[in-house]
């Protein structure tokens, strides 16, 4: 079974920074993306960054220059460096890892930016 577990959520005011972590069961994302989605409420789930097998990053707009996205392949593991932080950003973030066809989720873990 695959299992996505995110770790780093939190309380932070604004300004502030945090690190998301998320590390895989498998090792079946190794040739494939792997990146970080947020949910706020009332608003639908959208890309916040992912990062390729071959390490090419993506990052939505709202967060570029912002917030860092890496990978440990031989851990498995996915990471979300996210400095000045903002009450925008405030979401449930979720860990995605892509295999093929499939796209597997972390429980998420809440971000909470105070103003």
């Known amino acids: 079974q695959v299992q996505l577990v995110e770790s780093g959520g939190g309380l932070v005011q604004a300004g502030g920074s945090l690190r998301l972590s998320c590390t895989a069961s498998t090792n079946i994302f190794r040739h494939n993306a792997m990146g970080w989605y947020r949910q706020a409420p009332g608003k639908q789930r959208e890309l916040v960054g992912s990062?390729?097998?071959?390490?090419?990053?993506i990052y939505a707009d709202s967060v570029k220059g912002r917030f860092t996205i890496s990978r440990d392949y031989a851990a498995n593991a996915v990471y979300l460096q996210m400095n000045s932080l903002n009450p925008e950003d405030t979401a449930v973030y979720y860990c995605?890892?892509?295999?093929?066809?499939?796209?597997?989720w972390g429980q998420g873990t809440q971000v909470t930016v105070s103003s």
């Open positions: 990062i390729g097998a071959d390490g090419n990053r």
């Open positions: 995605m890892g892509s295999s093929g066809p499939y796209v597997y």
